[in-house]
Nanobody, 114 residues
Framework: VQLQAFGGGLVQAGGSLRLSCAPS????????WDWYRQTPGNEREFVAR???????NYADSAKGRFANSRDTAKDMIFLTMNRLKPEDTAVYYC?????????WGQGTQVTVSS
């Protein structure tokens, strides 16, 4: 499975961005899709999850502001981020979890200015 995240950019605090993840390959093996983010010197932290039944869950920092969704026809995953804060600045990664393996894509930079 190959993953490519895109849609990041520079946005002012309070603004919105929608990240997209385009998976390819044996995506039928994926049980759920995650978004993680990472800032320099820190470990990747979980942001949001959506499974194959479209059940979602979110980190506390994302609840009420971020929304995870899928377009099964296009085989895409989206993370809509609203009311962005400077502390949301990070590289965002999409990830697919299969039974035996987790796949990571290249990240996309999100920068929120104050």
């Amino acid at each position: 499975v190959q993953l490519q995240a895109f849609g990041g950019g520079l946005v002012q605090a309070g603004g919105s961005l929608r990240l997209s993840c385009a998976p390819s390959g044996d995506t039928f093996t994926i049980i759920y899709w995650d978004w993680y983010r990472q800032t320099p010197g820190n470990e990747r932290e979980f942001v949001a999850r959506i499974d194959t039944h479209d059940v979602t869950n979110y980190a506390d920092s994302a609840k009420g502001r971020f929304a995870n969704s899928r377009d099964t026809a296009k085989d895409m995953i989206f993370l809509t981020m609203n009311r962005l804060k400077p502390e949301d600045t990070a590289v965002y990664y999409c990830s697919g979890r299969a039974r035996a393996q987790r796949y990571w894509g290249q990240g996309t930079q999100v920068t929120v200015s104050s």
